[in-house]
């Protein structure tokens, strides 16, 4: 049997079953205090001497769930209590192991809240990019959140058991509140990171970001200067971000760099990845699908063909597993997977939501989490909330599923149609057919796009080439 299947037959058996679902929901129910089975999780690694009856009952329920699934991936319970002692990683399988309780094991597995929050914080930023998914420009939007409705909605964030929140725009630095708000998150105990142009970084806001419980930070950067300033808009960009980077390095933020493939950068993206390391010495360097989203409509003619993606994936790969290069390299193509699996001997990569250190804690073992992890993680792990507190699938998709300032946003998760839709892989023209579709799934904001369907196909794909002709012949009629 597939090493895939004999963990998810296990972890079904076990966790899957109705007896288990059922105890699974019982101990994930929250109160305003959180849940049992957060308190349970505390107890595991010897926090939380003193139980209740209930309490005492759910641990036992826990432990018995989490010895088990630890020997399904290989895991030894020293190494899991290990990891379970930051309260990141706990939060992290709460959410996982109440999404089983509530949706039961799925492959994909939607979790119970998004893991993962990417918080478009403001409309406003200081440069014109060719490719900006949220049309950003020099002022904010009237209806961003005020500070107090910012605070509130990690509050209902912390609550539902979301685990990271990833600050993007616009420029969310440009917010006089940013700090303010990311502290709030980070003494929450989210996992803070920020997606940055990097212009207007000193070493002072570097040094700020950092006190703010900022834990990581992605800047962007297009290539060598002219290509970048000519794909940003504005002279200088280029020579401010670097200085950017280099100060977040300096002040010890975890630093990454951010590239968005398209046909102006493609040849320079090995280069630019050797300078990343070796100049700006940043720990990570992903490179972004391109979306024609928004502004990016404008610039569709500059999106890769298939084979140019899989090159450039084969390239990022080759480097993710060098012993010799100390980037982690990823990318944001889900088919980032697929290329992993084509390397018998190689980590498998889960998703773009995965990183180096996670993969050496599993030792290789991840092939067998990639589809439970599967790929795009739209509506699934992750979602997108606009300024206006608008929640989306993915901030590439605008398809608004609803408002944080109307509803709750586990309601929303639930509930949305839209959401449930996007989850449906079998659905899927094209991807769903594919032998891949659980470990990859197709971009689905490409899917949108470029045909207008969350169910359509990726076609930045070769095993969906038919696809990719079709929208270059529409192009060019
Ligand atoms: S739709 Fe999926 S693969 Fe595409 S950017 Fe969003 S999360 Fe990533
Ligand atoms: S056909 Fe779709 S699911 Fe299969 S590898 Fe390509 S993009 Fe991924």
């Not at 409309?123 to 500070?147: I, S, V, W």
Request: hydrophobic share 35%; net charge positive; glycine share 8%.
């Amino acid at each position: 049997m597939h090493e895939a299947d004999l963990v998810a037959n296990t972890v079904k058996t076990w966790l899957g079953n109705p007896i288990s679902r059922r105890l699974l929901k019982w101990v994930s129910k929250r109160n305003e205090k959180g849940s049992k089975l957060e308190v349970a999780l505390k107890k595991y690694v010897g926090e939380n001497e003193k139980l209740s009856i209930q309490e005492r009952l759910a641990y036992w329920i826990v432990k018995l769930a989490l010895d088990k699934g630890s020997q399904s991936f290989g895991v030894s319970k020293e190494q899991l209590v290990e990891s379970l002692k930051n309260p990141l990683v706990r939060r992290g399988i709460s959410n996982v192991l109440e999404g089983i309780g509530y949706y039961g094991v799925q492959r994909p597995q939607t979790t119970a809240a998004p893991f993962l929050i990417v918080w478009n914080f403001t409309k406003q930023c200081n440069l014109r990019c060719k490719h900006c998914y949220e049309n950003a420009g020099p002022k904010p939007a009237p209806d961003e959140l005020t500070t107090e409705e910012a605070k509130k909605a990690i509050d209902e964030f912390a609550e539902a058991g979301v685990v990271a929140l990833s600050f993007s725009g616009g420029e969310p630095l440009m917010r006089k509140d940013f700090f303010e708000v990311a502290k709030y998150a980070a003494d929450k105990e989210f996992y803070v990171s920020v997606a940055t142009n990097g212009t207007l970084i000193t070493e002072k806001i570097a040094q700020k970001m950092k006190d703010a419980g900022v834990q990581y930070a992605e800047i962007s950067l297009d290539g060598f200067e002219k290509t970048h300033d000519e794909f940003r808009g504005i002279p200088g960009a280029w020579r401010r971000s670097v200085e950017g980077i280099k100060n977040c390095v300096k002040v010890g933020l975890d630093t990454g760099v951010a590239t968005t493939a398209t046909h102006y950068n493609l040849k320079e993206i090995p280069k630019l990845a050797e300078f990343v390391e070796k100049d700006l010495h940043a720990r990570r360097f992903i490179v972004f699908n391109f979306i024609p989203v928004s502004r990016g409509k404008e610039i569709i003619s500059q999106d890769l063909t298939p084979k140019e993606r899989e090159e450039l994936l084969d390239f990022l790969y080759s480097k993710l597993i060098d012993t010799n290069c100390k980037l982690d390299t990823f990318s944001t193509a889900p088919q980032y997977a697929v290329t992993s699996f084509k390397y018998a001997f190689g980590p498998a990569v889960p998703t773009h939501f995965t990183n180096k250190a996670a993969m050496e804690t599993l030792q290789g073992r991840t092939k067998s989490l990639t589809e439970f992890i599967g790929g795009c993680g739209a509506g699934r792990l992750y979602c997108g909330m606009e300024p206006n507190g608008d929640i989306e699938p993915c901030v590439f998709i605008p398809i608004k599923v609803g408002n944080i300032r109307e509803e709750r946003l586990v309601d929303i998760w639930r509930n949305s149609p839209v959401l449930k839709k996007i989850r449906n892989r079998d659905a899927f023209k094209g991807c769903g057919e594919c032998e891949y579709k659980n470990i990859c799934g197709g971009c689905r904001a490409r899917a949108y796009a470029y045909f207008n369907d969350l169910q359509g196909p990726d076609p930045g794909c070769s095993i969906n080439e038919k696809y990719w002709d079709e929208v270059t012949r529409i192009q060019t009629t």
